[in-house]
């Protein structure tokens, strides 16, 4: 298949060929940022181009064949070479296959992707696949389809209805569904307080659950020898082995929760800290070994990586938060140990572990996370076929976990074989180094990760510059794999061009080779205001100094281009974060005020458009002046001002002429984005209303009010 040295982009395509216009472009990629997806998917849905126009400027860009699917019937014997699970979280579909060689055509979005290729061939046992691009939509609608029939045209049919198909890639991860249904309604209550057991068995059958209650630990063990339970709860004071019961319930499954309480009040007055606790310890950990990272010049912050696959672990075994907080903490410190050991002392992984505990117990440090460390990489020899401590359940997480990270390196993207490798290893070991239920616990977290990731549908456009495009490919990988959706641009005009048409959520800058400073400020000077869209700067170490001033022209941050792209990474994510609360916020507002009703007198224009700007919502505003029999229009994107009339004033000029009507009424009602007009008005909310403003202020000087 034949490379291009450098990839166009499709609308410049287009737009050459005279497929599209520019406004149709703009809208395009208006919707990208609110919806997803491909730029020419929302291209072909407003009807800008079809099908077969699209393909033919997608195979032009990538240097490619391409094929048209609504033109196709695919056997089902071609179907069924690539199974429905790879089919939908690969987003391909084979449609041709050629028995006297043995090849295999497959469409999808990226031809160019050799592992993708490599990965078909090995579902379709060896067949050499010729991988051809096709139209994001069709290959959704095709999808939807041939492979699941009850799906709806989009394709979008739950994951959780197919994701324990019968291609045997898979481990059936959600156990009997009748065990399952009894479970969730089944709570065993162990007490021997006679006054308040039956105001808590009669509490639990509220609820909807199936209560026993026994007064013995001993009696509760056999009770649980033949039924599961969701949730069990022991009083203190009661007789028999409670530990023995506990640790029983932990191996029968781990995700029964259990509460040891000391009276009934204190189980009553339960709060959620544990959970909050937990969370914020994790934060913590994360940005500690963060900074270590980078401190020390490392190329990953690994003890993170591993700390948040145990967390996933612990979550999908069902483990309470208090559990939980100590096992992720001896994950983070196992990890910094073995990474920071001078390297002779780590080609023994249990010397690492017992330097570890040495240190810890030197210290007093929390016993049972010392115990975990101890019961790593341990030879289980037929044990805990009947019980399961904590500690020996900890540490076979923090085992699985470890070996996994160690083998499997960071970045690199989890396929089928990949996994079906992990797999038969892991099942190979289980009995000998690995709990069954750990290891399928794990296998089902990855299968998770390799059927679920999806990128961020708000706040997840990010814009890049780089003057340097090959240096800036580890941070373009790395923001992917977080699962932003990237625009990039080599060249100032280009990048002023696009952020234009896409106005992303973030901008990064990568200078290798200008002048920092110049090119901000030639930036600035474009209309590009960095104070409305978070900006982070990565420059060579020895600049850094010298580049503070930007901060006040409103850079977020400044980044050695050395530093890992984790700590960017951290930023970009809280950032995030932080729009969606705010949003989250401000949508409320903004809801009070969808379908509202008002006057001019009370709510004037300019603090409506801002109360429902920040709101991020799609909204038509109708304004009446009743003194001329005026009324004005104003359409909002989520929450950008798309398009205003007023008689034959258009856009801004529209908007400045009803800012200054002091009486009249307004309704606002939230409509779709199909219901949007064309839009004729390319200017940031924030612009209009000050120019408003500057008018009214100006016409007050010149007609004072007496």
Not at 318 to 333: C, H, M, Q, S, V
Not at 369 to 384: A, I
Request: charged share 25%; with cysteine.
């Amino acid at each position: 298949m034949q490379q291009n040295t450098k990839k166009r982009r499709l609308d410049e395509i287009l737009l050459e060929q005279g497929d599209v216009s520019e406004v149709q472009i703009k809208i395009a990629l208006k919707h990208q940022k609110i919806y997803g997806g491909k730029f020419g998917s929302h291209l072909m849905h407003h009807g800008f181009i079809d099908e077969a126009g699209l393909v033919k400027a997608l195979s032009q860009q990538l240097g490619c064949d391409g094929i048209v699917l609504s033109q196709l019937e695919i056997p089902q014997a071609v179907l069924e070479m690539i199974p429905s699970d790879v089919a939908y979280a690969r987003k391909t579909v084979p449609f041709d296959f050629a028995p006297d060689n043995g090849l295999l055509k497959v469409a999808c979005e990226n031809p160019g992707d050799d592992n993708l290729r490599d990965e078909l061939s090995f579902v379709a046992d060896g067949k050499t696949v010729e991988l051809y691009v096709a139209a994001e939509s069709a290959l959704d609608e095709a999808i939807g389809k041939y492979y699941f029939v009850d799906t709806d045209r989009s394709g979008n049919q739950p994951y959780s209805e197919y994701k324990n198909s019968d291609t045997g890639l898979f481990i059936n991860v959600d156990g009997d569904d009748t065990t399952d249904r009894m479970k969730q309604k089944a709570a065993l209550l162990v007490t021997d307080d006679e006054n308040s057991a039956p105001l808590l068995k009669l509490l639990l059958e509220e609820g909807g659950y199936a209560v026993e209650t026994t007064d013995s630990a001993n009696v509760a063990i056999d009770i649980i020898a033949n039924r599961e339970f969701s949730a069990v709860f022991i009083k203190d004071t009661v007789s028999g082995d409670y530990l023995d019961l506990i640790d029983r319930l932990r191996k029968k499954s781990p995700s029964t929760r259990v509460r040891y309480y000391e009276s009934a009040a204190s189980l009553l007055l339960e709060d959620d800290t544990a959970k909050s606790e937990h969370s914020l310890t994790l934060k913590n950990l994360d940005l500690f070994t963060s900074l270590l990272t980078i401190k020390n010049n490392l190329d990953e912050n690994h003890s993170g990586r591993v700390g948040q696959y145990v967390d996933k672990l612990c979550q999908r075994l069902g483990l309470p938060f208090k559990e939980r907080n100590l096992i992720t903490d001896a994950a983070y410190l196992h990890d910094l140990a073995k990474f920071y050991y001078p390297e002779k002392e780590t080609s023994d992984l249990r010397a690492v572990v017992k330097l570890s505990a040495k240190l810890l117990k030197s210290i007093n440090y929390e016993p049972l996370v010392v115990e975990m460390l101890q019961t790593m990489y341990v030879d289980l020899k037929k044990k805990y076929t009947c019980r399961l401590p904590i500690e020996a359940l900890g540490g076979n997480i923090l085992t699985i976990v470890d070996l996994f990270c160690d083998t499997f390196p960071t970045g690199q993207r989890l396929t089928f074989d990949r996994y079906n490798t992990i797999k038969t290893k892991l099942n190979d070991h289980v009995g000998r180094l690995f709990l069954s239920e750990v290891a399928k616990a794990f296998l089902a977290v990855l299968q998770d990760e390799i059927l679920t990731a999806q990128p961020f549908e708000r706040f997840g456009q990010i814009m890049i510059y780089s003057d340097c495009p090959t240096e800036s490919n580890p941070v373009e990988l790395r923001l992917k794999y977080e699962g932003y959706r990237l625009i990039t641009a080599d060249s100032r005009e280009a990048f002023t061009r696009l952020f234009e048409r896409s106005l992303p959520d973030m901008i990064v800058l990568r200078i290798t080779k200008s002048d920092p400073s110049k090119l901000v400020k030639e930036i600035a000077d474009e209309g590009i205001d960095f104070k409305s869209v978070p900006t982070f700067l990565i420059v060579e170490h020895s600049a850094m100094g010298e580049l503070t001033p930007l901060l006040e022209m409103g850079i977020e941050d400044i980044i050695d281009s050395q530093t890992n792209p984790d700590m960017l990474v951290l930023k970009v994510n809280k950032l995030r974060a932080q729009f969606e609360s705010r949003s989250e916020h401000e949508n409320q507002i903004a809801k009070q005020q969808a379908g509202a009703k008002g006057n001019l007198a009370d709510i004037n224009l300019i603090d409506l458009l801002q109360a429902l700007g920040p709101g991020k919502r799609t909204t038509k505003i109708t304004v009446n002046h009743p003194a001329d029999g005026q009324t004005m229009e104003i359409y909002l994107s989520q929450g950008s001002i798309t398009f205003a009339q007023l008689e034959d004033l258009r856009g801004a000029e529209a908007i400045y002429r009803g800012l200054t009507w002091q009486t009249g009424n307004w309704t606002v009602e939230t409509i779709t984005v199909d219901d949007l007009p064309d839009s004729n008005n390319q200017l940031p909310n924030e612009s209009i209303l000050m120019e408003g403003c500057r008018q009214l202020d100006e016409m007050s000087r010149k007609h004072p009010v007496s």
